[in-house]
């Protein structure tokens, strides 16, 4: 009679071992705020990709900086809700955040001191994220319903504005759009994100749609969102007024709605800051993927 198959106790301890430096790895990246950045990087390579403008380094560069600076700001300016609703990123942020808020100070002085030298265009509007960061953090947003919410789907929407102004394509079609879609999916996405901080975010006195409709209606109003933002593109492609090219950004709407049903409060920073926050890196991935192979 054949017994079962004896588990080699070494190999699943280094499987294990190998299993937890991703973990720390990627929750390293998460809270440091290194993944978020390069998240806010991968809506400037969409931008310039699909815009059919030339990739340089240096708005890149620009757009990294200006979100470390912000989000490292921003953690030390959240870290009481924190305490309530990502215990784990708040001691990390009291234990290495002021070695990352000097980096991140750091590199946005650069970026601006570069702007500045080479005389940029829209170099003053450099100056954004720190109001940004007084608007979010000091001056009170986070107390209006929705308000909050909105102005991070700006933040992230300007993106697409800052490299059309870099690129002298402010007022074109592709800049507009993508300023339009970017900030709409961030809008939905931070909605998704206030579900793991039900109860800091009422412990504060912050209204978010989760804690005012609760975590299902949440997820149910931002699936029928993402779903209309989806069917709004398919309208303007099949009308013509943008190209078939854009057909690609739908992918996004498609994990998007994936990951909404999963989002409850029990789930950890790993699948808001991975998981949802990945969802512009993914875009980027699958937009190089179709130039490479399409295009």
Not at 147 to 161: E, M, Q, S, T
Not at 185 to 200: L, N, P, Q, R, S
Not at 240 to 264: E, K
Request: hydrophobic share 55%.
């Amino acid at each position: 009679m054949q017994g079962f198959p004896v588990q080699n106790p070494a190999k699943t301890q280094r499987r294990a071992d190998w299993i937890s430096l991703i973990i720390a790895v990627l929750r390293f990246l998460v809270h440091s705020n290194l993944f978020i950045s390069l998240a806010t990087v991968s809506v400037a390579v969409t931008t310039i990709l699909l815009a059919n403008l030339p990739l340089k380094p240096l708005p890149l560069f620009i757009v990294f900086a200006a979100t470390m600076f912000v989000y490292t700001v921003n953690r030390f300016t959240d870290i009481e809700e924190d305490k309530q609703n990502v215990p784990q990123r708040a001691a990390f942020t009291k234990r290495y955040g002021r070695y990352w808020l000097v980096t991140g100070t750091v590199l946005y002085i650069a970026a601006v001191g570069v702007a500045i030298t080479f005389g940029l265009p829209g170099a003053a509007y450099l100056f954004l994220p720190l109001v940004v960061v007084l608007l979010y953090s000091v001056g009170g947003v986070k107390q209006l319903f929705l308000v909050k919410n909105l102005v991070v789907g700006l933040a992230w929407g300007a993106i697409p504005l800052g490299v059309g102004y870099y690129y002298g394509q402010l007022r074109s079609l592709e800049i507009l759009f993508l300023f339009v879609y970017i900030t709409t999916m961030i809008t939905i996405a931070a909605v998704i994100f206030d579900i793991k901080d039900i109860e800091g975010d009422r412990a504060e006195g912050i209204p978010t749609v989760p804690n005012r409709f609760g975590p299902e209606w949440a997820r149910i109003s931002s699936l029928i969102a993402t779903v209309v933002v989806a069917a709004a593109v398919v309208v303007l492609i099949a009308a013509g007024i943008l190209s078939r090219r854009y057909l690609v950004v739908l992918a996004m709407n498609a994990y998007v709605c994936t990951y909404i049903p999963f989002a409850t409060s029990d789930r950890g920073p790993l699948y808001y800051g991975f998981v949802v926050d990945g969802e512009h890196v993914f875009l980027m991935v699958i937009v190089l993927l179709t130039k490479w192979l399409v295009w």
